[in-house]
T-cell receptor
Framework: GAVVSQHPSRVICKSGTSVKIECRSLDFQATTMFWYRQFPKKSLMLMATSNEGSKATYEQGVEKDKFLINHASLTLSTLTVTSAHPEDSSFYIC????????????????FGPGTRLTVL | QKEVEQDPGPLSVPEGAIVSLNCTYSNSAFQYFMWYRQYSRKGPELLMYTYSSGNKEDGRFTAQVDKSSKYISLFIRDSQPSDSATYLCAIRRGGAGSYQLTFGKGTKLSVIP
């Protein structure tokens, strides 16, 4: 299968602190990873696309200085929420693209289990 | 008009019923279609992946795509309480470099024992 892990699964922090969330593809290499945010009873909102070895591409309205993304290797991407505030409290989910060179039609994303961030 | 429309439900059915979940999309550039299942407080899990019109079956799940109507469906046969979750349709454009997914809002399903 295609397994993606996230760490931590849950974090509670004080306002003003920074929080780092890790996303790892465990059994495949992911040149592209995605970071989503999900509010209660809402669908996934794409925040940014992370490409290994290059700068992330942020969606409109997402502050890149607030949400720092580093995709340092083919199996690891990190999201750092800097100077977190209560409004940053949310469920953050990453996904990793598993591309198929021979069969591009099976190119799809596999999701991590999510990280619940609570900022006090 | 949103790119993907999905009725959020909630949908409640008795155990053993056939469940039909649907999405419509507006842009014919979308070529790949997925269904994800998301349990509460968990990440989405890929259930089905299709890229052509017609049916694709996997166990109790059948994904159906009608590109002419821009309509996709997921059928669950012999539904079980463990199927209770939110089901998200997701679509992707064709062509190289088109990796982003566009998600529906998700339909919350409850299967009652």
């Amino acid at each position: 299968g295609a397994v993606v892990s996230q760490h931590p699964s849950r974090v509670i922090c004080k306002s003003g602190t920074s929080v780092k969330i890790e996303c790892r593809s465990l059994d495949f290499q992911a040149t592209t990873m995605f970071w989503y945010r999900q509010f209660p009873k809402k669908s996934l909102m794409l925040m940014a696309t992370s490409n290994e070895g290059s700068k992330a591409t942020y969606e409109q309205g997402v502050e890149k200085d607030k949400f720092l993304i580093n995709h340092a290797s083919l199996t690891l991407s990190t999201l750092t929420v800097t100077s977190a505030h209560p409004e940053d409290s949310s469920f953050y989910i990453c996904s990793a693209r598993r591309g198929q060179q021979i069969f591009p039609s099976t190119d799809t994303q596999y999701f991590g289990p999510g990280t619940r961030l609570t900022v006090l | 008009q949103k790119e993907v429309e999905q009725d959020p439900g909630p949908l409640s059915v008795p155990e053993g019923a056939i469940v039909s979940l649907n999405c419509t999309y507006s842009n014919s550039a979308f070529q790949y279609f997925m269904w994800y299942r998301q349990y509460s407080r968990k990440g989405p899990e890929l259930l089905m992946y299709t890229y052509s019109s017609g049916n694709k079956e996997d166990g109790r799940f059948t994904a159906q795509v009608d590109k002419s109507s821009k309509y996709i469906s997921l059928f669950i046969r012999d539904s079980q309480p463990s199927d209770s979750a939110t089901y998200l349709c997701a679509i992707r454009r064709g062509g190289a470099g088109s990796y982003q997914l566009t998600f529906g809002k998700g339909t919350k399903l409850s299967v009652i024992p």
